[in-house]
């Protein structure tokens, strides 16, 4: 292409307002260990961290998992075991929902979201026999997790379990089973029924790193210390599962969080003792591949590290003095390579678990809940079919923007009655 032509089309892009946006600051959800508030800390494109806010009240350590439309949070071993934190437009947390008849308070749990924010898996583990119990749970749209019938009990030669839950036949459950050096594979059906599959895979590791998917949820990775840096599944359309590979870095100890970057499919790890952010690749192909980069991080155990949704930025927790944690954010590259950005912010506390805030899904056209491009009598059927009742999972993020007419982050009457009234003209 000419200079010239390519003068003329950058000015019509410009004159048509369609230059590429600025990067936008990144927010990221915490949960300390501890008895603590939730953080939402803001990065902004150069990686400078500040704190954003704080929830109102504190929840227990553990687990928090961030729902792909930005609108919720839910963690586990909280006051009430279970709880939904909303995330409001501005990025402030609320709590939605509480589980307040959960489980009995066990040691050992995990929880798992489903990729689409529907279906929430949890499992605790109970002492006294070493027996696991699994309990499903529905978000619904006003953010409520409702118990489904769901329940399933194992007793597997335990270790630090991890869960992970794939959108794949939907759903696919896997647990790591660090004892057995195996992860075993559950199917848990829409409607929350949770079923062991019977599948064991050998993974000849044990795995102690929290799984994480690809937005597909065809792949799957986790880590350990020991015979495996990385473990890749893949989560076959049948429901079958297989180790597809594994891989060693010559870096001392292993991995201790994994991440897919939403670009060019390449893995992130924090690896070894306080040594190493480093990148992997990874293709459907060749599996996993070489390490491509390292860079410097803190010197203890981090278990909590993110990307951001656009794949630019990592955001890692590590100890960087005595009784100080820091967040270190660096600049991600489409290859691959990390970069420090030279900005950390210390805290007192570490954490037990990092997820970036998937940007709020626009709203196309309000009030077309159903998103064919009209508002008529068809949304409020779907509104009343669909959006209302109790049981009736939480509508996928373009739907649910365009229903939440009133943009209080939840689906309710209060949309329905805004929905009648506009269509009437009132
Ligand atoms: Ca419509
Ligand atoms: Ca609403
Ligand atoms: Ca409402």
Redesign the pocket.
């Known amino acids: 292409m000419s200079q010239r032509r390519r003068t003329v089309i950058g000015l019509c892009v410009a004159a048509l307002g369609l230059a590429p946006p600025a990067p936008a600051t990144d927010y990221a959800l915490a949960s300390p260990f501890g008895i603590r508030a939730l953080r939402v800390y803001a990065v902004s494109p150069s990686g400078e961290i500040t704190l954003q806010g704080m929830s109102s009240l504190p929840t227990q350590s553990g687990r928090a998992r961030v729902d792909v439309g930005g609108r919720f949070a839910v963690t586990f071993l909280g006051p009430h075991d279970l709880d939904i934190w909303r995330i409001h437009p501005n990025r402030t947390l609320s709590l939605a929902a509480s589980v307040e008849e959960g489980p009995t308070r066990r040691y050992d749990a995990d929880i798992a979201l489903s990729q689409d924010a529907r279906v929430i898996l949890a499992v605790l583990r109970d002492y006294s026999d070493d027996s696991l119990e699994f309990r499903s749970f529905i978000v619904n749209n006003r953010l409520e997790p409702r118990a489904t019938p769901g329940r399933l009990a194992l007793t597997p030669d335990l270790g630090f379990l991890r869960m992970g839950l794939s959108d794949r036949v939907p759903y696919t459950a896997l647990l790591t089973i660090p004892a057995d050096q195996a992860v075993a594979v559950l199917s848990v059906s829409p409607s929350g029924e949770i079923t062991d599959t019977g599948q064991r895979i050998a993974t000849g590791a044990r795995l102690t790193v929290p799984l994480d998917f690809t937005p597909d949820g065809r792949w799957a990775i986790s880590g350990g210390s020991v015979n495996a840096d990385i473990a890749l599944f893949e989560i076959h359309g049948d429901g079958t599962v297989t180790l597809a590979d594994s891989i060693i870095f010559p870096i001392p100890l292993g991995a201790r969080a994994l991440r897919f970057l939403p670009l060019d499919n390449i893995a992130l790890g924090f690896f070894g003792d306080g040594l190493a952010m480093g990148t992997a690749a990874f293709s459907p192909d060749s599996l996993l591949g070489d390490l491509i980069d390292t860079a410097p991080a803190g010197f203890s155990g981090p278990e909590a590290m993110d990307v951001n949704p656009a794949g630019t930025l990592a955001l890692l927790d590590d100890q960087s003095g005595a009784g100080q944690f820091s967040l270190y954010s660096y600049f991600l590259s489409p290859g691959g390579e990390l970069t420090p950005t030279g900005f950390t912010l210390a805290k007192p506390f570490k954490l037990a678990d990092l997820q970036f805030i998937p940007p709020r899904t626009p709203v196309t056209l309000t009030g077309?809940?159903?998103v064919?491009g009209?508002?008529?009598a068809?949304?409020v059927v779907f509104l009343v079919n669909e959006a209302l009742p109790d049981d009736k999972p939480i509508l996928l993020p373009p739907n649910f923007a365009n229903a939440d007419l009133d943009q209080d982050v939840d689906v309710d009457q209060d949309d329905l009655e805004a929905l009648v009234a506009m269509l009437v003209g009132e």
């Open positions: 077309d809940a159903n064919d009209v508002v008529d068809a949304d």
